[in-house]
């Protein structure tokens, strides 16, 4: 009798460790799956500074025109960049006394979103991923980058161009 008491509490006990590392190895599991969140959120924001790095340089060095050269920056008004749901995720401070409004679409890469073939290989390079609105107040020289992923700002950065006096 005694043999058969003795095999229950080591049953009790192999079923405790079994629990025990089932535990352990799902909080080995969500930090892992923490980590690639976190990664994946710092890949976007390097990859939106770079792109509003990009289209800073060029708008203080070329103006509109140069956006519209080198990014294929389309004019928009408040509404059309607001999106068709009416979601206000560009709308900022002021626009309406301040004009100027350029979109421009790139794909994961950073690259124009029009120069990526459609389907070539990895399906998730092609296709329009980060949206770059370039909010400009001529009359003071300034602007606003806004850039977003799927209607989610990720990175503001506010610029202003100083002109040269000649003289």
């Not at 070329?62 to 749901?85: C, M, N």
């Not at 949206?131 to 610029?159: F, G, Q, W």
Request: net charge negative.
């Amino acid at each position: 009798m005694s043999r058969k008491q003795h095999s229950g509490i080591f049953m009790m006990e192999m079923i405790m460790v079994v629990f025990f590392f089932i535990l352990c190895s799902s909080v080995c599991i969500l930090v892992f799956v923490k980590g690639d969140r976190m990664s994946r959120a710092a890949a976007d924001l390097n990859q939106s500074v770079l792109i509003a790095q990009s289209v800073a340089e060029v708008w203080k060095l070329e103006g509109p025109e140069g956006l519209k050269q080198r990014f294929g920056a389309s004019v928009s008004t408040q509404d059309d960049a607001s999106g068709a749901d009416g979601d206000d995720a560009f709308k900022t401070d002021g626009d309406e006394a301040a004009g100027n409004r350029y979109v421009m679409e790139f794909d994961k890469n950073g690259n124009l979103a029009e120069d990526t073939p459609e389907g070539g290989g990895d399906e998730s390079a092609s296709g329009k991923i980060y949206t770059a609105v370039l909010s400009a107040d001529e009359a003071e020289s300034s602007a606003e980058i806004t850039v977003s992923r799927e209607k989610n700002s990720v990175y503001t950065l506010s610029v202003s161009r100083h002109e040269r006096e000649q003289g």
